[in-house]
């Protein structure tokens, strides 16, 4: 009887030191799944902003979803919903806002943005870090490459 209750406390203890890492494990593969499909949808945008020839800007509404705009004849048009921000991951986007500022006055865009994808396959380089019960990742766009996952 003494050996079966050793082996249950042993057992008991293993299950202790195991079960927060595979849970840790699975926050940050849900988060990595976010950022890989950001990522995504991003490079899909600046890829699109080439084929096109058109400039493309990517917004937030008030309900913290991104908003990607066109402009057509009648000025910007919304055009799709791309991503609608998890409510336990924290989003914290760095970009050159004096630069920003510079390109959506020249392309008469009124509204706030997040990013701006131009006609020639360029952006304004970004850093995009998402949080999520402690893992932190980084998703980053230089400007001309491919977007990156750090």
Do not use: C, H
């Not at 919304?78 to 986007?93: G, H, K, R, V």
């Not at 959506?104 to 020639?120: D, E, P």
């Not at 952006?123 to 998402?130: N, R, S």
């Amino acid at each position: 009887m003494l050996e079966l209750m050793i082996v249950l406390a042993i057992f008991a203890l293993l299950i202790a030191v195991v079960t927060p890492k595979i849970t840790v494990n699975a926050f940050s593969k849900s988060l990595y799944k976010q950022a890989n499909t950001l990522r995504s949808q991003l490079q899909e945008i600046a890829d699109q902003s080439i084929f096109t020839g058109e400039p493309l800007i990517v917004s937030k509404d008030q309900e913290g979803q991104w908003l990607l705009w066109a402009k057509q004849e009648k000025g910007w048009v919304q055009i799709d919903t791309l991503y609608a921000q998890q409510p336990e991951t924290i989003t914290d986007i760095k970009t050159n806002a004096l630069e920003q500022q510079k390109v959506l006055k020249s392309l008469a865009f009124t509204r706030s943005a997040l990013f701006v994808f131009l006609s020639n396959g360029r952006y304004l380089g970004f850093d995009i870090t998402m949080t999520s019960n402690e893992e932190t990742l980084t998703l980053q766009g230089d400007g001309i490459n491919d977007l990156q996952i750090q």
